[in-house]
């Protein structure tokens, strides 16, 4: 078997972690791999950290002194880069991208990127913050996981240190020590200082308001959940009574129903509509935009988050005048779920889950079928299986990665993922909704639905042979 950690054809250090190594660290599985050889490889891939970050700093340096990391070059990737697109290996805190762009094809226009670089709140959480801000916490999170203090070094004062080489880089950039010294250096820092200055205080007012507003919010928040979860309660009889599969949260929620719900549906756990999406939904096409929503770090408009619910509240409240019966309609909860292509959705994504763990065992010799897929995925039109061996690493891989496609194609597939031969493979319906899906990160649909989507949804459910679902409203 190959060295995962040679260099490649091309002479390049393998710095990337392998899809093999990442499973092996989140999960402790190493596979067909043995263990000790595992350990090894992911021993080197630390030990060549330092250079990795070196040669990434070298790399950026170079491309900007030779004019790539302009508006020409990198403008589309920098778009990216800022929250506008998931490549799969984002760090865990979130990158900001307008909340109405998720789930969409199109490219961003010029006012969801500069809102996206404005300080203005995040949906789901109360506290205000941008891209920029986000990319910033991750390079300070990166630094802080790599630095070591030895004894006899003052570990707080280390990580001053380098905040303030950064925030130096930031405001200098490439202008030399000796340009930007006295009075206009002073004034650099002096205009940093005041913007933390000022940001403190606004985030010391936010953490007193929290606590104020949860103290004062507790027992009313307890009820409010329990209006919730009657409204839950309600959509799901709603669903139940119109024949519609019905997804569980536990085993004992049949009995809410007085029936016996196996005998209604058997595969009800598998792939059934969850009734606290339907209600996230419902919600959402109740409640009014307010004026003013800019201004209140804890009020959203998007659907499933804290903030929306808050804005349900204040909109349908008081509490011990609300009745969730006047809320949880039949004919908006079965449009919904038709509209929102629910049925068909959850019965998809309980096959792009199946499809998923399978693909992610798969592999042929030392090349691994989600890199395959994630070429594919990548490209505008089809990608030969020579083209995928060389950007995986090795053209002899050519064999390998053929016999992979074919295998995804419907060989070894029940449902197939690509379509095409060697000499051009482009994904199936259902395989584009499983990279962006599974692949990709998060459930099919979990988001609104765009045209787009249910345009997806539509073929990918065709060609599997899934049924939709849809509900006219009677007049």
């Given at each position: ?388 061996a060389i950007e995986i690493g090795d ?60 345009t997806l949804i539509d073929a990918a ?15």
């Amino acid at each position: 078997m190959a060295d995962e950690n040679k260099p490649n054809n091309t002479g390049r250090p393998a710095y990337p972690l392998t899809s093999k190594q990442r499973t092996y660290l989140k999960t402790g599985d190493p596979g067909a791999s043995r263990e000790s050889a595992m350990e090894e490889r992911l021993e080197k891939k630390v030990n060549e950290l330092g250079t990795r970050v070196d040669h990434l700093l070298s790399d950026i340096q170079l491309l900007a002194d030779n004019g790539y990391l302009d508006s020409d070059h990198w403008s589309g990737a920098w778009i990216d880069f800022i929250g506008f697109d998931d490549s799969g290996y984002r760090p865990e805190t979130d990158r900001r991208a307008p909340p109405d762009f998720e789930n969409t094809d199109r490219d961003p226009d010029h006012s969801e990127i500069v809102e996206a670089c404005r300080v203005s709140p995040k949906p789901g959480r109360g506290r205000p913050t941008s891209a920029p801000e986000q990319i910033g916490y991750q390079l300070g999170v990166m630094f802080k996981r790599l630095m070591i203090y030895p004894d006899g070094i003052d570990e707080s004062q280390m990580n001053k240190e380098m905040a303030w080489g950064m925030a130096d880089g930031l405001l200098r950039g490439d202008e030399p020590a000796f340009g930007v010294m006295g009075d206009s250096r002073r004034e650099l820092k002096q205009e940093f200082i005041e913007y933390q200055r000022n940001r403190l205080e606004r985030e010391v007012q936010l953490d007193n308001e929290t606590l104020q507003w949860y103290e004062e919010s507790r027992s009313e928040s307890r009820q409010w959940i329990q209006a919730r979860s009657e409204m839950v309660d309600r959509t799901r009889n709603i669903l139940y009574d119109a024949g519609l599969p019905i997804q569980s949260r536990n085993e004992n929620w049949a009995e809410n129903l007085n029936e016996d719900l196996e005998e209604y549906h058997g595969d009800t756990r598998d792939d059934g509509i969850s009734a606290e999406q339907v209600v996230d939904f419902l919600i959402d096409h109740l409640v009014d935009e307010p004026d003013g929503i800019d201004d209140d770090p804890f009020i959203h408009n998007e659907p499933g988050t804290s903030g929306q619910w808050i804005l349900f509240q204040r909109q349908y409240g008081p509490l011990e005048e609300f009745d969730p019966a006047e809320v949880v309609d039949k004919e908006d909860v079965l449009t919904i779920v038709s509209e929102k292509h629910l049925v068909a959705k959850r019965k998809l994504n309980t096959l792009v889950n199946e499809d998923t763990e399978t693909i992610e065992n798969a592999h042929w010799k030392n090349v691994e079928a989600t890199e395959v897929l994630e070429q594919i995925a990548s490209q505008d039109g089809e990608a030969r299986s020579a083209d995928i061996a060389i950007e995986i690493g090795d053209s002899d891989d050519k064999a390998a990665v053929t016999k992979i496609c074919t295998d995804l194609a419907g060989r070894s597939f029940e449902r197939a993922i690509l379509k095409g031969d060697k000499t051009g493979w482009s994904l199936t319906p259902y395989g584009e909704l499983l990279t962006k899906g599974a692949v990709g990160g998060g459930p099919v649909g979990a988001h609104k639905s765009g045209s787009n989507e249910a345009t997806l949804i539509d073929a990918a459910a065709s060609q599997v042979g899934i049924e939709g679902w849809q509900y006219t409203k009677k007049e």
